[in-house]
């Protein structure tokens, strides 16, 4: 029974780990879709239910990012993050990183020093962001 339970949770681990590479490359796609205004990319890493909040406190749907991107009202000129850390469940991760990104906002382009907190959910589409919210650092 020992054994079972021990390759049982070995198995999950490896599992978790193991979509750790996917989770990366979806969380990079998502920053330069971002920038790129790659709206089919966006359409494909944003859940259908996204919540994206900002450090102002705006809280977007997937429809709402996509339009202010479109639109010009919010430009995403850079998006650089480090002490990215990583926890991976089955079907569920979140990523925190601290980011700095340059953005623009009706036009006022500005500098701003971020928490970022990411929560994702593996779909049959692949990893999707369900749930994002920044803090001003």
Same mark, same amino acid.
Do not use: C
């Given at each position: ?21 996917? +989770? ?6 998502? !920053?330069?879709?971002?920038?790129? =205004? ?25 429809? !709402?990012?996509? =339009? ?17 850390? @990583?926890?991976?469940?089955?079907? @569920? ?18 500098? +701003? ?8 959910? =593996? ?15």
């Amino acid at each position: 029974m020992r054994v079972r339970i021990t390759i049982f949770i070995l198995l999950i681990s490896s599992f978790s780990f193991g979509q750790t590479p996917f +989770l990366r490359d979806a969380v990079s796609k998502l !920053d330069k879709a971002l920038i790129s =205004k790659d709206t089919t990319t966006l359409k494909q890493l944003l859940h259908k239910n996204v919540t994206y909040g900002h450090s102002n406190g705006w809280v977007e749907t997937r429809e !709402d990012v996509i =339009k202010d991107l479109v639109s010009g009202k919010l430009a995403y000129y850079s998006i650089q993050s480090d002490s990215l850390t @990583w926890k991976a469940e089955a079907n @569920w991760a979140s990523v925190r990183s601290k980011t700095k990104a340059e953005v623009g906002v009706n036009g006022n382009r500005m500098e +701003l020093n971020l928490h970022v907190l990411e929560v994702w959910l =593996k779909t049959n589409k692949g990893w999707q962001l369900i749930a994002r919210q920044s803090t001003k650092l």
